[in-house]
């Protein structure tokens, strides 16, 4: 906070006056030091979101127990889709296109095995793009409502 010291008395007027711009000055400044920071720009932006998309693509296809939901899946409309996705999730300046959880998941019949298998893939693929542990668990909790969108056997 500013503090005003002044060596003569001054009028009603002009004390408030100083007053105001004194409050003006402490509260734009505090406004621009207190900016919170999305967790897009925590992420590494949108970089580091395609990265994160391009790890899990890849820890994807190495794993034989989840590969297999992918076999008939456009890649390309995936990676798009996913990186909005993460990109929207993370309070980024992208807009998520794509179908709902629901629809996209449906008759998929994924397992809970399965889903948190997914989600380790999902760690791995974070960890390679050295995202931090802690960034990663805010990203993870983001999308841990959608849990119940997946459905499970």
Do not use: W
């Given at each position: 906070?500013?503090?005003?010291?002044?060596?003569?008395?001054?009028?009603?007027?002009?004390?408030?006056?100083?007053?105001?711009?004194?409050?003006?000055?402490?509260?734009?400044?505090?406004?621009?030091?207190?900016?919170s920071?999305?967790?897009?720009?925590?992420?590494?932006?949108?970089?580091?979101?395609?990265?994160?998309?391009?790890?899990?693509?890849?820890?994807?296809?190495?794993?034989?127990?989840?590969?297999?939901?992918?076999?008939?899946?456009?890649?390309?409309?995936?990676?798009?889709?996913?990186?909005?996705?993460?990109?929207?999730?993370?309070?980024?300046?992208?807009?998520?296109?794509?179908?709902?959880?629901?629809?996209?998941?449906?008759?998929?019949?994924?397992?809970?095995?399965?889903?948190?298998?997914?989600v380790?893939?999902?760690?791995?693929?974070?960890?390679?793009?050295?995202?931090?542990?802690?960034?990663?668990?805010?990203?993870?909790?983001r999308?841990?409502?959608?849990?119940?969108?997946?459905?499970?056997?």
């Open positions: 906070m500013t503090i005003l010291c002044v060596k003569r008395p001054l009028g009603p007027s002009l004390k408030t006056s100083l007053c105001a711009v004194t409050i003006a000055i402490t509260l734009s400044l505090s406004a621009c030091s207190s900016t920071k999305t967790l897009y720009s925590e992420i590494g932006g949108q970089a580091k979101v395609e990265q994160i998309t391009d790890n899990f693509i890849e820890e994807i296809g190495y794993n034989k127990h989840i590969v297999r939901y992918f076999e008939k899946t456009d890649i390309s409309r995936f990676r798009e889709k996913l990186n909005e996705h993460i990109c929207m999730v993370a309070d980024g300046p992208c807009e998520y296109t794509g179908d709902s959880m629901e629809n996209v998941h449906a008759g998929m019949d994924i397992n809970e095995n399965h889903f948190n298998l997914t380790d893939l999902l760690i791995n693929a974070m960890t390679k793009a050295d995202i931090p542990h802690s960034t990663q668990n805010k990203l993870l909790a999308f841990a409502p959608m849990r119940s969108e997946i459905a499970f056997k």
